[in-house]
């Protein structure tokens, strides 16, 4: 065998910070949440907002179809090749958690195919409260869900709601019209994750996706600090 | 050798991205031809006699220290639909990231830098068994076992089939998964002295179909 023909080694087993060729990855952060509490529109709303100064790409990982990653396409907030759908055999929370290795090969090969990347968004399917990532997939992650989708989630807890980096409570543009009481479940979401953050948005309202955004830049801060 | 790294090699909570994989089932449900527990015994039965002897035989000659790249070149060889292939390559790469984290070893950072999109995945499998201190024996079983538990799985998802019927199943086929494994050892350990055309070339032309025509779908549970 001619070893001089791979000269960086064999790629990285894990989520090690450097790169074969020894350059500093990217930033990987993991969106997961209940079906339907917004997970792909903030995906999108974040590459409106990001894509203009960042490196971007998107992983998605489907349940049984490839939706999300066509719903991104369609609405182009990123060239397709930027964007990767991975097939979770209808088990989304295993592809994120339990057996990442499909997962870390679309990462890899996404800043192989269209790096140097500053950022990859690992969009989980819709699952359930119990959804979270591995540490060996994503640096942080974000769990998404809505007001709509019952104002006790944050009471529940579970470990999405209670160790999620950032918790966003979307579509509070619904509360009114769904009964849902939005003081309650900040205060619930206080008491189960004392200090971690949580970002109330409505994708609707002119400041949009803002709050996670700058959230996301502060991490990437420290990432590349 | 440990008896124990076989048990942490075949537990299907691997995590080397079979899950996502039917081997073939999710078409079949489809096309009607599992509808039960029978029709699914008599799935994987096909399945063992075929794909899953292949693979047997390839992982047993991997682990016995056959070079791997005319194996891959024989897997390719016995493996018609483009489709199947490619499934091949990518869980292979998929289990050579699993094994070099859990069994770490020159041989298969070697394989990994020579195939960096995957080698078929029986042959990692029997690298794996090789730099677990695992013989071709262990691979074999490692291999029979996979191409039908993969599919019984699949099924309890795909049917909501009563998952007790899905093990017994298995249960009920396990002298099968012996012989196959035997015959399997027995064609590897020929390849030094005969070379590769020894190696067993059992097809079944409907698992190939069927793995095309999934692959189109726009719609499905599993990746193949």
């Not at chain 1, 350059?23 to 409106?48: D, H, Q």
């Not at chain 2, 899953?52 to 639909?81: I, K, N, Y």
């Not at chain 2, 090789?130 to 099924?155: F, I, K, N």
């Amino acid at each position: 065998m001619h070893l001089d023909h791979f000269p960086h080694g064999p790629a990285a087993v894990g989520a090690d910070a450097r790169r074969p060729d020894g350059s500093r990855r990217a930033l990987r952060i993991g969106l997961g949440g209940p079906v339907g509490s917004g997970k792909t529109a903030t995906v999108a709303a974040l590459c409106r907002a990001l894509r203009d100064r960042l490196s971007l790409a998107v992983v998605t990982n489907d349940i049984y179809t490839r939706e999300d990653a066509e719903f991104l396409l369609r609405e182009a907030v990123l060239p397709p090749e930027r964007i990767t759908a991975v097939e979770t055999g209808a088990c989304p929370h295993t592809a994120i958690r339990d057996d990442i290795s499909a997962n870390l090969e679309a990462v890899e090969d996404l800043e192989d195919e269209v790096g140097p990347l500053d950022l990859i968004l690992v969009e989980s399917g819709g699952d359930n409260l119990t959804a979270t990532f591995s540490k060996g997939l994503v640096d942080a992650q974000i769990f998404v869900i809505d007001v709509a989708g019952g104002d006790d989630i944050p009471r529940k807890g579970g470990p999405g709601v209670t160790t999620a980096d950032l918790l966003v409570v979307n579509k509070t543009d619904l509360a009114p019209h769904v009964g849902s009481d939005l003081a309650r479940m900040a205060a619930d979401a206080k008491a189960q994750r004392a200090e971690l953050p949580v970002v109330f948005q409505s994708l609707r309202s002119e400041h949009g996706v803002a709050d996670v955004a700058a959230w996301v830049r502060a991490r990437l801060a420290a990432w590349t600090a | 050798m440990t008896r124990t790294a076989l048990l942490v090699l075949a537990d299907g909570r691997f995590p080397a991205g079979g899950h996502a994989h039917s081997g073939g089932a999710e078409a079949a449900v489809k096309a009607g031809r599992i509808t039960g527990a029978q029709s699914l015994e008599a799935f994987c039965r096909g399945r063992l006699h075929t794909a899953g002897l292949v693979a047997a035989a390839l992982a047993a000659a991997a682990a016995g220290g056959v070079d791997p790249a005319g194996l891959d070149a024989a897997a390719d060889a016995r493996t018609p639909s483009p489709a199947l292939r490619a499934t091949a390559r990518r869980l292979g790469r998929q289990l050579m990231r699993a094994a070099r984290a859990t069994w770490p070893s020159d041989e298969l950072d070697a394989v990994a830098r020579q195939f960096p999109k995957g080698a078929h995945q029986p042959v990692v499998l029997g690298l794996t068994a090789r730099a677990a201190g695992l013989g071709p024996a262990d691979a074999a079983y490692c291999a029979v076992y996979e191409s039908v538990s993969g599919p019984a799985t699949a099924v309890v998802r795909l049917l909501s089939l009563d998952p007790f019927e899905a093990t017994a199943v298995l249960a009920r086929l396990a002298p099968e998964l012996d012989r196959v494994a035997d015959r399997a050892v027995t064609s590897a350990s020929a390849v030094p002295a005969e070379g590769l055309d020894v190696l067993p070339a059992a097809s079944a032309p409907l698992l190939e179909i069927g793995a095309e025509v999934h692959a189109a779908w726009p719609v499905r549970l599993f990746a193949s």
